[in-house]
C-alpha cells in the first residue's frame, strides 16, 4: 500500500482554497526544485492546513487557464481518479466534480467545488477562490464525500514572464482517514502536483493564451 498517496486528499481539493495567514504562522516543511511546503495547526481542526509557495515562468492568463480547465485535471493534480465539469456559470465561474483515488481498504473521496476568479485592477493579483459545495449532486455509494475544504491560490505577476503561486488550503477528508497519517505524509502529494503543473503550462493547449477576463 503506498501510503504517499494519502496526500492526495490535501492538495487535490482543487478545489477548493484557504486564506494565507501571515508567514510567522506557518513551518515550513520541504523544499524542493522550487517548491516550499509548509503547515500549520488549526485551533478547530485535526488536520493541519498547508500552504504552497512556488514561480513558474507563466502569464497570468496561462495559470487561470490550466486551473480552470478542469476536465484536464487528472493530467496533474496527485491522485485523482475523476475530474469533470458540471456547470460553467461564466468564462470564470464554474463548478466541478472531482474524486480522489485511494489505496484498499480506505475508501476513495470525491467532492464539488466552486471556482471564482477575481483579480485586483492595480496589482493584476489574480484571487481564485473555491469552496466545495457538498450537496451540489447527490453522493455516490462506497465514496466518502468531503463536506468541508476551502482555500486559495493566489496568483501575482513577476519580471521576466513569471509569476508567484501561493497556495492554501485546509480539509477534513471526513470518514476514516487517521488524521496523523494525513499530517505525515501532507508534502508528497503537493511536491508531485507542483512538478507536473510545470509540466501542463508548456502544454501547447495553453501556449500565447489570453484570456478576456484577465489582464496580464
Same mark, same amino acid.
Request: proline share 6%; hydrophobic share 40%.
Given at each position: 500500500?503506498?501510503? =504517499?498517496?494519502?496526500?492526495?486528499?490535501?492538495?487535490? =481539493? /482543487?478545489?477548493?482554497?484557504?486564506?494565507?495567514?501571515?508567514?510567522?504562522? !506557518?513551518?515550513?516543511?520541504? %523544499?524542493?526544485?522550487?517548491?516550499?511546503?509548509?503547515?500549520?495547526?488549526?485551533?478547530?481542526?485535526?488536520?493541519?492546513?498547508?500552504?504552497?509557495? /512556488?514561480?513558474?515562468?507563466?502569464?497570468?492568463? %496561462?495559470?487561470?487557464?490550466?486551473?480552470?480547465?478542469?476536465?484536464?485535471?487528472?493530467? !496533474?493534480?496527485?491522485?485523482?481518479?475523476?475530474?469533470?465539469?458540471?456547470?460553467?456559470?461564466?468564462?470564470?465561474?464554474?463548478?466541478?466534480? /472531482?474524486?480522489?483515488?485511494?489505496? !484498499?481498504?480506505?475508501?476513495?473521496?470525491?467532492?464539488?467545488?466552486?471556482?471564482?476568479?477575481? %483579480?485586483?485592477?492595480?496589482?493584476?493579483?489574480?484571487?481564485?477562490?473555491?469552496?466545495?459545495?457538498?450537496?451540489?449532486? @447527490?453522493?455516490?455509494?462506497?465514496?466518502?464525500?468531503?463536506?468541508?475544504?476551502?482555500?486559495?491560490?493566489?496568483?501575482?505577476?513577476? @519580471?521576466?514572464?513569471?509569476? %508567484?503561486?501561493?497556495?492554501?488550503?485546509?480539509?477534513?477528508?471526513?470518514?476514516?482517514?487517521?488524521? !496523523?497519517?494525513?499530517?505525515? =505524509?501532507?508534502?508528497?502529494?503537493?511536491?508531485?502536483?507542483?512538478?507536473?503543473?510545470?509540466?501542463?503550462?508548456?502544454?501547447?493547449?495553453?501556449?500565447?493564451?489570453?484570456? @478576456?477576463?484577465?489582464?496580464?
Amino acid at each position: 500500500m503506498n501510503l =504517499f498517496r494519502y496526500t492526495g486528499l490535501l492538495i487535490i =481539493f /482543487c478545489g477548493a482554497f484557504l486564506q494565507a495567514g501571515a508567514q510567522k504562522d !506557518w513551518t515550513l516543511k520541504t %523544499q524542493e526544485d522550487g517548491v516550499s511546503i509548509y503547515m500549520k495547526e488549526l485551533p478547530d481542526s485535526k488536520f493541519k492546513a498547508i500552504r504552497v509557495i /512556488c514561480t513558474v515562468t507563466a502569464t497570468l492568463s %496561462q495559470m487561470v487557464a490550466v486551473i480552470m480547465d478542469v476536465n484536464t485535471g487528472t493530467d !496533474w493534480v496527485y491522485s485523482i481518479k475523476t475530474s469533470r465539469l458540471l456547470k460553467q456559470v461564466s468564462p470564470s465561474e464554474l463548478y466541478y466534480y /472531482c474524486e480522489v483515488a485511494l489505496p !484498499w481498504p480506505i475508501s476513495n473521496r470525491d467532492f464539488i467545488a466552486h471556482l471564482k476568479v477575481t %483579480q485586483d485592477t492595480l496589482t493584476k493579483v489574480v484571487t481564485i477562490n473555491g469552496p466545495t459545495v457538498s450537496n451540489y449532486i @447527490p453522493s455516490k455509494p462506497g465514496i466518502v464525500r468531503v463536506a468541508a475544504s476551502e482555500g486559495l491560490w493566489v496568483i501575482s505577476p513577476k @519580471p521576466n514572464h513569471m509569476v %508567484q503561486i501561493d497556495y492554501t488550503l485546509r480539509t477534513d477528508p471526513g470518514g476514516s482517514v487517521p488524521a !496523523w497519517l494525513v499530517n505525515m =505524509f501532507a508534502t508528497k502529494g503537493p511536491l508531485e502536483t507542483f512538478k507536473k503543473l510545470k509540466d501542463q503550462l508548456v502544454k501547447p493547449a495553453y501556449a500565447g493564451i489570453h484570456l @478576456p477576463y484577465v489582464k496580464d
